[in-house]
């Protein structure tokens, strides 16, 4: 059981190029999550979704978008990078929401945007 | 304007003793409330919880507290064993409210050093 996947492991970007974060679960879970944590920062929430086709805004949004066409599958993509985007980025997943399931998280992508 | 605070960033102690950790939180609606547990270069996983409706809530070592008037909770991990030397977060959430209230918001973290 893979649980949440997330490619690719590090990457490396110049300011104003895009790249899609890939993300998928094997949980059948139905809500999915983006956070992204900036060195010794908390993680803030990026974009969530409930279900397949639907999603919404979190704490921090500007320059990401999202889309959810499967429940297995939560992309994450930044289309003009910028420095500030400089993060860690965490896919996360539950089957019920906060407190009646806790969210299992993937090992994260590390960015660089130079 | 940060809703959960964790004021210390770091915490040594020794093997076998009690390790407290703590998390301040500013909302009132909060009703829900996390521990995540997080090794370097791998994903938080969730480690305890408590709802508002509860003082305390325990399993294995770990024991959580939350005093709602004052708006604090603690991690109690007794005893602490080298493997618990991680960054521990607290997480909370208004989830009664529903929609994006219900949403994670997290602490800064703290780190704990256990030592042999």
């Known amino acids: 059981n893979a649980g949440v996947t997330q490619t690719p492991k590090f990457r490396i970007l110049k300011i104003g190029q895009s790249m899609t974060l890939q993300c998928t679960q094997d949980?059948?879970?139905?809500?999915m999550y983006w956070y992204r944590q900036d060195p010794g920062m908390g993680l803030k929430l990026i974009y969530y979704?409930?279900?397949?086709?639907?999603?919404d805004k979190g704490e921090v949004p500007n320059g990401y978008n999202v889309s959810r066409s499967t429940t297995e599958d939560f992309p994450l993509r930044l289309e003009l990078a910028a420095p500030s985007q400089t993060s860690v980025y965490f896919c996360?997943?539950?089957?019920?929401?906060?407190?009646?399931?806790?969210?299992?998280f993937g090992p994260g992508t590390r960015l660089l945007v130079l | 304007d940060q809703q959960v605070k964790q004021n210390s960033p770091s915490l040594s102690v020794q093997e076998g003793r009690i390790s407290i950790l703590n998390c301040d939180y500013t909302?009132?609606?909060?009703?829900?409330f996390l521990w995540y547990k997080k090794y370097p270069a791998e994903g938080p996983t969730f480690l305890i919880s408590?709802?508002?409706?509860?003082d305390k809530n325990e399993d294995g070592r770990f024991t959580v507290f939350l005093n709602k008037s004052a708006k604090h909770l603690s991690l109690h991990i007794v005893p602490s064993q080298p493997g618990d030397s991680a960054v521990y977060f607290c997480a909370a959430s208004a989830w009664l409210q529903g929609g994006s209230q219900g949403n994670l918001i997290f602490g800064k973290g703290t780190k704990l050093s256990v030592k042999p």
């Open positions: 909302n009132s609606m909060f009703d829900y």
């Open positions: 949980m059948n879970h139905n809500y």
């Open positions: 996360a997943s539950s089957f019920y929401r906060v407190s009646e399931g806790t969210q299992y």
């Open positions: 979704s409930v279900g397949a086709g639907i999603t």
């Open positions: 408590i709802s508002s409706i509860k």
